[in-house]
């Protein structure tokens, strides 16, 4: 006789847990899928930095994005080159990393990839290029998660801090024909006034040139996050002397001259030496004397 005995359920129902459901067979990926699943891990490996709000100033374009949707290729090519620069900067080789950061921003336009190079330009001391990295990183991607946007924010603001300034006092107003170099590098004369250079700290050369004036160079150590008052100096030159004025005559009329004065001078010669010739012979001393 079979046992009456009933089993105890084991299913979610008797437990209180929610049913579980059987999973459903998934679809082939497609070459598109494939693409979306590509962009989604960049977003959420990007989504483990963090970053703060857009400047108001229009930020410079440091590092280009692609024009368009990158293709799957790109993409590809995107990963492969940030994680070389992953490795790059876990060895320290910071150059190397800034370049393989630079392309994947090329050929992807993911944030992580332009974050990194924020970073990677903080760890070189290249503090003016960093702070300008962020600043495009906040204003061209509005799509960056708030921690994120917070990080970035505080890091840009970091860099801008360490940021010296060479205060330039004196130059005329309208510069259009001054030639501004720092560090031997030709830079763009600012419109304001005073000017402003940035740079990094350490010792730099500035060296202003201006049509009829002397050069004016300076040299000097400015710390970072310091700014330099420098006070320019253009002084004209002076003013070349001419040549003496003409007389109006003509160069054969002084070569006549010339020419008369040399025949007069010779004449005088001769005629000095015929008389002192006579003189000689008449003295009573002299041993010409002829005796009668």
Not at 83 to 88: E, L, Q
Request: aromatic share 6%; proline share 8%.
């Amino acid at each position: 006789m079979p046992s009456t005995k009933r089993r105890r359920c084991t299913c979610a129902c008797s437990t209180g847990a929610r049913p579980r459901k059987r999973p459903r067979r998934r679809p082939p990926r497609t070459r598109t899928d494939v693409s979306w699943c590509r962009a989604l891990l960049w977003a959420a490996l990007f989504g483990a930095f963090g970053v703060g709000s857009a400047q108001a100033q229009d930020a410079r374009e440091v590092v280009p994005a692609p024009l368009g949707d990158p293709s799957a290729d790109e993409l590809e090519r995107a990963r492969e080159r940030f994680g070389t620069g992953t490795t790059a900067a876990e060895q320290g080789r910071w150059s190397d990393a800034l370049g393989a950061f630079r392309e994947a921003y090329e050929l992807s336009g993911i944030p992580a990839a332009l974050y990194n190079v924020g970073t990677t330009y903080r760890s070189l001391g290249r503090y003016v290029d960093a702070r300008d990295t962020f600043d495009q990183l906040l204003q061209n991607h509005p799509e960056l998660p708030e921690g994120t946007r917070e990080q970035a924010s505080e890091l840009r603001a970091e860099v801008a801090a360490r940021i010296a300034v060479l205060e330039l006092r004196g130059l005329p107003a309208q510069a259009d024909d001054i030639d501004l170099r720092l560090d031997g590098r030709s830079v763009p004369t600012p419109s304001a006034r005073p000017a402003t250079l940035e740079t990094e700290g350490g010792s730099h050369t500035v060296r202003v040139t201006r049509p009829e004036h002397e050069p004016f160079v300076w040299e000097g150590p400015v710390a970072e996050g310091d700014r330099r008052v420098i006070q320019v100096d253009l002084t004209p030159r002076p003013i070349a002397e001419g040549p003496a004025p003409e007389t109006g005559m003509s160069t054969a009329g002084k070569v006549v001259l010339i020419t008369v004065l040399a025949v007069v001078a010779a004449g005088a010669a001769a005629t000095t030496a015929i008389l002192l010739t006579r003189e000689t012979g008449l003295d009573p001393q002299s041993e010409f004397v002829v005796e009668l």
